[in-house]
């Protein structure tokens, strides 16, 4: 038992580390020993504890292998988007935001989009979910609600190009991904999902920015189609709403020149 619990750990070939060689080691020294002595309890339990530890190996070994392979997939993505939509995004999640208070919550959407060859990809829609949670600082999709968004595009045939989400705070450095954004993202990308994330920050009087984000930043190009949208970094981008404004006072609120309408 144990030298075929070795060889499937040493044929993993996968360069764990250092430290859960060791594990494995120290494991299979007690369960020897355990052995010599007889002693069936000490045994079992040795084992017990080398079972879990390959099955831990087993599964961050797929883990990583399925991150490798879809980094691998994705890498060279082009995503086409068009300065409307961009507008558009925000403003849906401005709405879905909106509280009437000075501080909007935070908001979000997925994206589905065409496939035009195997690298490029177009932002084609907004796909609304519902929140599980929604505060200020944070929006959490509601399970029921993720299966049923991401089984929609599926079954249409149609991919998942992207997320967006909205932050709290001003300018571009308030687009930045925090943790929870960035482990999504890895989640994504582990499932083989091309889409990249991006997040919404407010600007002053009529503008807003944007940052797209992956795993890794050079896997990917933005291309944005369109007026009033202007790189300011890689993957940050200012966008100028052409008739309309953002009150910052009254949080994500937005105010459109032609007033009313769709
Ligand atoms: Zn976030």
Do not use: W, Y
């Amino acid at each position: 038992m144990l030298s075929s619990l070795l060889s499937a750990f040493a044929g993993s070939g996968r360069g764990e580390s250092a430290e859960v060689v060791m594990q494995v080691l120290v494991g299979s020294r007690t369960l020897n020993a355990a052995i010599a002595e007889n002693d069936m309890p000490k045994s079992m339990k040795a084992l017990d504890q080398l079972q879990r530890l390959l099955r831990r190996v087993r599964t961050e070994g797929r883990r990583e292998a399925n991150k490798a392979e879809g980094c691998k997939r994705n890498s060279g993505s082009r995503f086409l988007v068009d300065a409307l939509f961009l507008e558009e995004s925000f403003r849906f999640l401005c709405a879905r935001g909106a509280t009437g208070g000075a501080t909007p919550l935070e908001a979000f959407h997925f994206v589905g989009g065409l496939q035009l060859d195997a690298h490029t990809f177009v932002f084609g829609r907004i796909v609304p979910v519902a929140f599980g949670e929604q505060t200020v600082t944070r929006v959490r999709v509601s399970d029921a609600s993720n299966i049923t968004a991401l089984a929609r595009l599926d079954i249409a045939g149609i991919p998942l190009v992207g997320h967006i989400h909205s932050h709290p705070g001003q300018g571009p450095g308030a687009t930045t991904p925090s943790i929870t954004d960035r482990r999504f993202q890895e989640r994504l990308e582990a499932g083989g999902h091309v889409a990249v994330g991006a997040i919404f920050a407010r600007g002053g009087a009529g503008e807003a920015f944007v940052r797209f984000f992956a795993m890794d930043p050079s896997r990917f190009r933005i291309e944005i189609h369109g007026n009033n949208v202007q790189e300011i970094d890689q993957n940050v981008f200012r966008l100028r709403l052409a008739d309309g404004h953002i009150s910052s006072r009254n949080g994500c609120q937005i105010s459109i020149g032609r007033g009313g309408g769709v």
